[in-house]
């Protein structure tokens, strides 16, 4: 079956434009996330939604990241203003309905800001 | 805060048997994965403990003692397509974060021929 798709597959933008990112889980799965992996650093929650809704998007880094869920399927990172500091590896993840269940992981969109 | 440690990097040779360790210092546990992720690809799961002891899969075991906040993910029979960076995470038990990962920075393993 399909795995997590995820759109671009790399993306370069310049300093202060904004871009989005799309994640498309597994079917059947509630439980969306994105981290980010930065160079030689581990990755890095930003959030996570369980159907449409965020309990938890205390990893966001500032307010120019935001995320949405619709029909509790596709999802889309949001970063507005870009700056350098955000280049890195964006990978969605998706799980079964409970958030105890594992984590499968999407390829990934590779940004870089100019 | 988390805290999540591994060795940066390993090396080892075809056929030999490799133990990659992970300590971690979480303010709650419910779980520690392995993920394995070759170079520009997805990380792909390849283990999960929740309770202490070992856990084997094939060529690939993982073992946890949680008083000690210790794993180890130990790989037999290497092979040149085991090269790869292996990514120790944990998953804490407090409420809203239940769905969050906290991860290590990941340990690059070489296998040489």
């Known amino acids: 079956g399909a795995g997590v798709s995820q759109s671009p597959s790399n993306k370069v933008t310049e300093k202060g434009k904004d871009v989005e990112l799309r994640c498309d889980p597994i079917?059947?799965?509630?439980?969306l996330y994105w981290y980010r992996q930065s160079l030689g650093q581990g990755l890095e929650f930003l959030i996570y939604?369980?159907?449409?809704?965020?309990?938890?998007k205390s990893g966001l880094p500032s307010d120019r990241f935001s995320a949405e869920r619709t029909g509790g399927s596709v999802s889309t990172l949001t970063i507005q203003r870009t700056q350098q500091e955000d280049s890195a590896v964006y990978l969605c993840?998706?799980?079964?309905?409970?958030?105890?269940?594992?984590?499968?992981f999407g390829p990934g969109t590779r940004l870089l800001v100019l | 805060g988390q805290n999540i440690d591994q060795p940066t990097e390993m090396t080892a040779t075809e056929g030999a048997i490799v133990q990659i360790n992970c300590t971690y210092q979480?303010?709650?546990?419910?779980?520690l994965f392995w993920y394995q992720q070759h170079a520009g690809e997805a990380p792909t799961f390849l283990s999960y403990?929740?309770?202490?002891g070992l856990e084997e899969k094939g060529r690939f075991s993982s073992f946890l003692s949680r008083s000690k906040g210790y794993s180890y993910l130990l790989l037999k029979e290497l092979q040149m397509k085991d090269s790869a960076s292996y990514l120790c995470?944990?998953?804490?038990?407090?409420?809203?974060?239940?769905?969050?990962?906290?991860f290590g920075r990941g340990t690059q393993l070489t296998v040489w021929p």
């Open positions: 979480t303010s709650g546990f419910n779980g």
């Open positions: 995470a944990v998953r804490p038990d407090r409420g809203s974060t239940l769905g969050r990962l906290y």
């Open positions: 079917s059947g799965h509630t439980a």
């Open positions: 403990n929740v309770l202490d």
């Open positions: 939604f369980q159907g449409n809704s965020a309990p938890d």
């Open positions: 993840a998706s799980s079964l309905a409970s958030p105890s269940e594992t984590q499968y």
